[in-house]
């Protein structure tokens, strides 16, 4: 967070967007809903971090396979959307692996859901919000630093501060917040640039690689009620992306909402 927020302010005097940081500031709504999203995207960043730490890897990257299908039924549920028939099987599928991967852990993949929906609800406010990619993040992290400035004194003075201790773990704490911001702000202008439908292809990706990391590299066990659980996943997103991508080549009678 620190460091995210030191990266964004470079990045923010050298796009000279200060004005558009002090307009969003000056609104309330904006603000509060900058705030909610600050908090979420640090419930989803927490979330992430312990679970890669202790062994979760595999069930971190079954939050973002489900995040999608989150998002589309966030926007049922808040925004008023509807969903055709072939979406709604893919929620039902969803909610179908939910049941048994929550058999075969012998609890809910509370990893899995917070993450889910602690970054579809982050995608909402952002959106509700209206401000760009660059402004939004610098008053986020802004938003988080005094808490990630309070937490690391704490740190210090119970003596588990390792930044400064070793100059190579220095440099990778410091260069987190770089990691951290760019594939946001790439993001934020991939979104601007390409079609939606390919956007959302490309968002599997990173849980895929996650997922085999987990498998290959970290040898996660993955029963065999694991692997049903996680292929009714992948069977919901299949049924939820051919249907985007047929209704995407439709010719619409009027202009889209």
């Given at each position: 967070m620190l460091w995210s927020f030191v990266f964004l302010l470079?990045?923010?005097?050298?796009?000279?967007?200060?004005?558009?940081?002090?307009?969003?500031l000056a609104d309330r709504r904006v603000r509060l809903l900058l705030l909610a999203a600050a908090a979420l995207v640090?419930?989803?960043?927490?979330?992430?971090?312990w679970s890669v730490n202790n062994g979760y890897v595999v069930e971190a990257s079954l939050g973002y396979f489900i995040n999608p299908l989150v998002s589309v039924a966030l926007g049922v549920v808040v925004l008023g959307e509807t969903l055709r028939r072939t979406q709604w099987l893919a929620v039902g599928i969803a909610g179908l692996a939910v049941l048994v991967l929550t058999a075969s852990y012998g609890r809910p993949p509370w990893i899995a859901l917070i993450l889910a929906f602690s970054f579809g609800l982050y995608g909402l406010a952002r959106k509700q919000a209206g401000v760009q990619a660059v402004p939004a993040?610098?008053?986020e992290t802004g938003l988080q630093t005094p808490f990630a400035l309070v937490y690391l004194a704490v740190l210090a003075f119970g003596g588990g501060l390792t930044f400064g201790d070793d100059p190579a773990n220095s440099a990778m704490l410091m260069t987190a917040g770089v990691a951290t911001t760019v594939p946001l702000l790439l993001f934020g202008a991939a979104a601007i640039r390409l079609p939606l439908v390919v956007l959302g292809l490309l968002q599997y990706l990173a849980p895929i690689i996650q997922f085999l990391i987990g498998v290959t590299y970290f040898g996660e066990h993955m029963p065999t009620s694991r692997w049903i659980g996680f292929s009714l996943v992948w069977l919901a997103l299949v049924v939820f992306t051919v249907d985007v991508v047929r209704?995407?080549?439709r010719p619409v009678a009027e202009a889209p909402l």
């Amino acid at each position: 967070m620190l460091w995210s927020f030191v990266f964004l302010l470079i990045i923010t005097a050298v796009m000279r967007s200060w004005s558009q940081i002090r307009t969003a500031l000056a609104d309330r709504r904006v603000r509060l809903l900058l705030l909610a999203a600050a908090a979420l995207v640090s419930i989803n960043w927490g979330t992430y971090i312990w679970s890669v730490n202790n062994g979760y890897v595999v069930e971190a990257s079954l939050g973002y396979f489900i995040n999608p299908l989150v998002s589309v039924a966030l926007g049922v549920v808040v925004l008023g959307e509807t969903l055709r028939r072939t979406q709604w099987l893919a929620v039902g599928i969803a909610g179908l692996a939910v049941l048994v991967l929550t058999a075969s852990y012998g609890r809910p993949p509370w990893i899995a859901l917070i993450l889910a929906f602690s970054f579809g609800l982050y995608g909402l406010a952002r959106k509700q919000a209206g401000v760009q990619a660059v402004p939004a993040l610098t008053i986020e992290t802004g938003l988080q630093t005094p808490f990630a400035l309070v937490y690391l004194a704490v740190l210090a003075f119970g003596g588990g501060l390792t930044f400064g201790d070793d100059p190579a773990n220095s440099a990778m704490l410091m260069t987190a917040g770089v990691a951290t911001t760019v594939p946001l702000l790439l993001f934020g202008a991939a979104a601007i640039r390409l079609p939606l439908v390919v956007l959302g292809l490309l968002q599997y990706l990173a849980p895929i690689i996650q997922f085999l990391i987990g498998v290959t590299y970290f040898g996660e066990h993955m029963p065999t009620s694991r692997w049903i659980g996680f292929s009714l996943v992948w069977l919901a997103l299949v049924v939820f992306t051919v249907d985007v991508v047929r209704h995407s080549r439709r010719p619409v009678a009027e202009a889209p909402l």
